[in-house]
């Protein structure tokens, strides 16, 4: 009976840290019972069939050891996976980091009670509790902060860090295996292993933190770019704009003038044609008025008067009511964006163009814009892809206003023409 409560205790205790420590790592795509019973299920199953392995007696305790770590590690990896919210290489790297921790917290002690308690199996037992308690608590003062920065300045790519977790795992896990095959009756020399690589694997985190807080200001650097130009454009539409006012202003007294000459004169024939040949021009020069909101007239006006001016097909419809739940920054962040992308894509298109429509219908505004692209454009989870350095910012930050206020964004390419589509309550 005492050797089953000394598997229990030693299981139990394992893979109730284990769980915890998961529970806290876990960013559950369910609600939040979820995650507290789905951790402390697979702690029960776990413990009761770890202990039923080994009451059956193995005759080579190493491997059954490294057997029931990998089963386990992989029912665990299984669970996290299911229950965690986000791109497959985010939650692989996060488990990683786990991992890593694990093997070298588990190895470590295992080690340091068989120089400092070899005949103790309950102290051995204690010791590793100990440290895993440790790290429960280290990750419930901490684990969200890393979290919340690694999200901010990853910004999606997380591939290159899952694969760089996988590195740093490998040498860990051989250790335990290299413990198993040579150092099993030697674990002084183990926990000197042990210990260098627990401090290579500390500096190795700390230096891909700082990596990742660089890019972090590089890609602030890049949005805040971004958004400059994204204001420029606004100040040049806006600038555009008063400066036709203005000189149509100031035209208008010599218009006044004129018709007032023809008039004393009493020719009216002369008045009516002069008086045509003015609404003609004004209607060659009009300032173009697509919509009721200020923000989205002024960015499509200049876009309109770009396509003029290199001789694109442009075609705008819009209906955009001035009066909406986002600001006239968010706004902009949108439309100037897009805009902005298909333009671009436009200057390399065999046939560019751009045809703009904009409605709203039962609280939902409806953007659906069409541009000229060239070759085949590479998608990845639903976003165009671009070789363009720093490129592809735009799009995140319109999905980030849209999400927001819970709207959609669409692309799809046919044929030589790129389509954008954007849902958004107002």
């Not at 173009?288 to 008067?305: D, G, H, I, K």
């Not at 897009?338 to 298109?349: P, Q, Y």
Request: glycine share 6%; aromatic share 12%; hydrophobic share 45%.
């Amino acid at each position: 009976m005492s050797v089953f409560w000394l598997e229990f205790g030693r299981y139990f205790s394992l893979f109730a840290c284990q769980s915890m420590i998961f529970y806290i790592m876990t960013d559950c795509r369910f609600p939040r019972r979820v995650n507290r019973w789905a951790w402390a299920l697979l702690c029960g199953v776990s413990t009761f069939l770890s202990i039923g392995v080994t009451l059956l007696g193995w005759d080579n305790i190493g491997w059954m050891y490294i057997g029931l770590s990998t089963a386990t590690m992989i029912a665990y990896i299984a669970c996290y996976v299911y229950l965690s919210r986000g791109p497959w290489q985010k939650k692989l790297f996060f488990f990683s980091i786990y991992a890593t921790i694990y093997y070298l917290v588990q190895q470590m002690t295992y080690a340091a009670s068989l120089i400092l308690f070899p005949s103790s199996p309950w102290a051995s037992l204690t010791l590793r509790t100990a440290f895993f308690c440790l790290v429960v608590l280290l990750m419930r003062w901490r684990w969200r902060q890393v979290m919340d920065v690694l999200e901010a300045n990853i910004a999606g790519d997380w591939g290159i860090f899952a694969s760089f977790g996988l590195a740093v795992n490998v040498p860990v896990y051989a250790a335990m295996v290299a413990w198993v095959v040579l150092l099993q009756d030697n674990p002084v020399p183990w926990l000197a292993v042990l210990a260098t690589e627990m401090t290579l694997v500390v500096v190795e985190y700390a230096a891909l933190m700082r990596i990742v807080i660089l890019m972090g200001q590089q890609q602030n650097a890049r949005a805040e770019e971004a958004r400059r130009k994204l204001l420029e454009n606004q100040m040049e539409a806006e600038r555009t704009y008063v400066e036709q006012a203005r000189a149509h202003r100031h035209d208008m007294r010599h218009y006044i003038t004129a018709l007032g000459g023809y008039l004393e004169q009493g020719n009216l024939d002369g008045a009516r044609k002069y008086l045509a040949e003015h609404q003609a021009r004004l209607d060659r020069e009009r300032l173009a008025v697509y919509c009721e909101n200020t923000v989205a007239n002024a960015l499509l006006r200049l876009y309109q008067n770009r396509c003029q001016m290199e001789g694109v097909p442009c075609e705008i419809q819009a209906v955009i009511p001035e009066q909406m739940a986002l600001s006239g920054l968010e706004l902009s962040t949108i439309l100037g964006n897009v805009l902005e992308n298909a333009w671009e894509a436009n200057s390399r298109a065999r046939a560019p163009k751009l045809t703009v429509r904009a409605y709203h219908n039962n609280g939902m505004l409806l953007i659906e814009m069409e541009n000229g692209v060239s070759g085949e454009v590479q998608f990845f989870e639903g976003m165009p892809q671009t070789k363009k350095k720093g490129g592809g910012l735009g799009l995140k930050n319109v999905v980030q206003v849209l999400e927001k206020y819970g709207g959609m964004l669409q692309c799809t390419q046919r044929g030589d023409i790129f389509c954008t589509q954007i849902i958004l309550p107002i």
